[in-house]
């Protein structure tokens, strides 16, 4: 055989810049998808704790609809759940319409506030 490649003749491969360009653009890929992944864990903590506030704030509200009676004013406290502490605060107060009465219940951590809800009653009830 005859060997056709004259002495210009490259060898094959990459050189050290077209490596470094590569390396550089996989540095970067690889930063956003562990920045997305941070973010993304972030998120589902948040979302965690809403969820769990949500249902703190369910059972304050619920108390709240099966008492016998429930005065106006303010009332707060703690309840532990999911291995947490979560402070609750509620507040009832009256509407305009005759024998009805507002219950606002907010909950919260450290954080601050994670959850809240408003419901009503009639004050008989």
Same mark, same amino acid.
Request: aromatic fraction near 4%; avoid cysteine; charged fraction near 25%.
């Given at each position: 055989? #005859?060997?056709? @490649? ?5 060898s094959a491969g990459f050189t050290l810049? *077209?490596?470094?360009? /590569?390396? /550089? ?6 930063? /956003? ?6 973010? =993304?864990? @972030?998120?589902?903590? %948040?979302? *965690?704790?809403?969820?769990?506030? $949500? ?5 304050? +509200? +619920?108390? /709240?609809?099966?008492?016998? !009676? ?5 009332? =707060? $406290?703690?309840? &532990?759940? +999911?291995?947490?502490?979560? %402070?609750? @605060? @509620?507040?009832?107060? $009256? ?5 009805? $009465? %507002? #219950?606002?219940?907010?909950? !919260?951590?450290?954080?601050? &506030? ?7 009653? =009639?004050?008989? +009830?």
């Amino acid at each position: 055989m #005859i060997d056709r @490649r004259g002495p210009k003749a490259r060898s094959a491969g990459f050189t050290l810049i *077209e490596m470094l360009v /590569a390396l /550089a653009v996989f540095a970067l890929a690889a930063m /956003a998808l562990l920045n997305l992944s941070g973010e =993304s864990t @972030r998120s589902a903590v %948040r979302l *965690e704790e809403r969820t769990l506030g $949500g249902v703190v704030a369910e059972n304050v +509200a +619920a108390e /709240a609809m099966i008492a016998q !009676s429930l005065p106006v004013g303010e009332t =707060s $406290g703690e309840t &532990q759940m +999911a291995g947490r502490v979560w %402070r609750w @605060r @509620r507040v009832v107060t $009256g509407t305009e319409v005759p024998g009805m $009465g %507002r #219950i606002d219940v907010r909950v !919260s951590t450290d954080d601050g &506030q994670v959850a809240d809800r408003v419901l009503f009653r =009639s004050a008989g +009830a």
